[in-house]
């Protein structure tokens, strides 16, 4: 089992920055991808960015490009989203997700969520 905390979610102006975290505990985590999706009220949960644990090779969806990156510190089991020029149409659930596996923009992949955290951008 891999479980994970993201942190890091508020509110935040637009043309702003926030730096998401999420921290993975429970197993081995080198074999694995782990990626972001997001979910604005009454939306469907979209595909935001993914990050293979052991190359470190990344995806972006291109709603995001050009804005968000997505890193991991392998030492600190942690993977990170710097979203920057954020606006208000950013604004939703952030989950941090996990598969064995390539990367992945299908959330029916992932075995492994987190809680969420809120990223809210005020106009």
């Known amino acids: 089992q891999v479980q994970l905390v993201e942190s890091g979610g508020e509110l935040v102006q637009a043309g702003g920055s926030l730096r998401l975290s999420c921290a993975a505990s429970g197993r081995t985590v080198g074999s694995e991808t782990m990626g972001w999706f997001r979910q604005a009220p009454g939306k469907e949960r979209d595909f935001v960015a993914a990050?293979?644990?052991?190359?470190?090779?990344?995806y972006v969806a291109d709603s995001v490009k050009g804005r968000f990156t997505i890193s991991r510190d392998v030492a600190k089991n942690t993977m990170y989203l710097q979203m920057n020029s954020l606006s208000p149409e950013d604004t939703a659930v952030y989950y941090c997700?996990?598969?064995?596996?390539?990367?992945?923009?299908?959330?029916?992949?992932?075995?492994?969520w987190g809680q969420g955290t809120q990223v809210a951008v005020s106009s």
């Open positions: 990050i293979t644990w052991s190359g470190g090779v990344t």
């Open positions: 997700a996990a598969r064995l596996g390539p990367i992945a923009v299908q959330r029916a992949y992932y075995s492994y």
